[in-house]
């Protein structure tokens, strides 16, 4: 977060409202990719003990139940607008970044207990928004957070686990090993980060999060691209890297399938068998063990399985909502 940059709580927010030319930036390009899909979506801005200011995207119906969706570790909270279309004739949506990415604060991950700051600043969004127990949509880290919210603080009505879930596995891909390793992953920042930065936000979907990316439109990697010079940005994202591990093993927290078990709300895992962290064989065990749980397989689908071309993942996802 720049210093000094002030936008207001109490209304949607526009690209002029904020201070930083690099935030204005992002915030046209958010704008840009809602409107691609055609959606009534608001941005707006929370001020939370825990972590300083939470920017989120809110749209849908001021009448229904609350649906909270929770992005994964390198993307933002505008990731999930093309899911959004699915769910907002009769929910109400809402997707805040994670402090350190989008036009969230960008506080040190350094020395915190990660357990209870990575979900801290979810419990003062909701207790600001007075949302008691939304349906909760988490992707990969936003998994782990899931987990978290119902297991330490019983604050999920439904759970979905969309794309495999933080929590289940200690076990993480080379890259993202190499980056539990302070100093390295500064250098690897930088090498990922040169160049074209829209082609950089190809390359690493591509990469990590899609099989087949021929459903993402080029509003979605310009966000991508216009995120990498939000102020603060890169140091938060290195030092959550550093935090979430040593050396290449995962922090003992990335591993909490004993808990997550005992979760008794209802619950779906939809996964890709395509997905670059785990396989289904993965999640399956876990989900078999859990007093209500689906567990759906999507052949030839990856991590951020909504972004794949067809409707298959928004199809799951709404109709589990709808019980």
Do not use: C
């Not at 950089?200 to 995120?227: C, H, T, W």
């Amino acid at each position: 977060m720049s210093a000094g940059t002030t936008v207001p709580e109490d209304r949607a927010l526009s690209p002029d409202d904020w201070s930083h030319p690099a935030e204005r930036r992002y915030a046209d390009a958010q704008a840009r990719l809602a409107d691609h899909y055609d959606l009534t979506v608001e941005s707006r801005v929370t001020e939370t003990d825990a972590a300083g200011r939470v920017h989120y995207l809110v749209g849908g119906d001021s009448d229904g139940d609350s649906v909270l969706l929770l992005h994964g570790v390198g993307t933002p909270a505008a990731t999930w607008l093309p899911l959004f279309p699915a769910l907002t004739d009769e929910y109400r949506v809402f997707a805040p970044d994670r402090p350190g990415l989008g036009l969230s604060a960008a506080p040190s991950y350094r020395d915190r207990d990660l357990r209870s700051f990575l979900v801290a600043y979810l419990l003062d969004f909701l207790d600001d928004l007075a949302i008691e127990r939304p349906h909760v949509v988490g992707n990969s880290h936003g998994g782990l957070q899931s987990f978290l919210l119902a297991l330490d603080h019983d604050r999920v009505d439904r759970l979905q686990l969309v794309g495999a879930p933080g929590g289940v596995s200690r076990d993480l891909p080379l890259l993202f090993r190499l980056m539990t390793v302070r100093g390295l992953n500064r250098a690897l920042l930088w090498l990922l980060n040169r160049g074209d930065p829209v082609q950089n936000a190809k390359q690493s979907m591509q990469r990590v999060n899609v099989v087949d990316a021929a459903a993402i439109p080029d509003a979605f990697y310009e966000l991508l691209a216009a995120g990498q010079d939000l102020p603060g940005r890169r140091v938060s994202q290195r030092s959550l890297a550093t935090a979430q591990g040593s050396y290449g093993r995962a922090h003992p927290l990335f591993d909490i399938r004993n808990e997550i078990v005992h979760i008794d709300r209802p619950t779906q895992f939809v996964w890709g068998t395509e997905d670059t962290f785990w396989p289904p064989d993965v999640g399956r065990p876990v989900a078999e063990k859990m007093p209500d749980a689906a567990f759906h397989e999507l052949p030839g689908h990856g991590h951020t399985p909504w972004l794949e071309p067809g409707d298959d993942a928004a199809e799951r996802v709404r109709a589990f909502l709808d019980g």
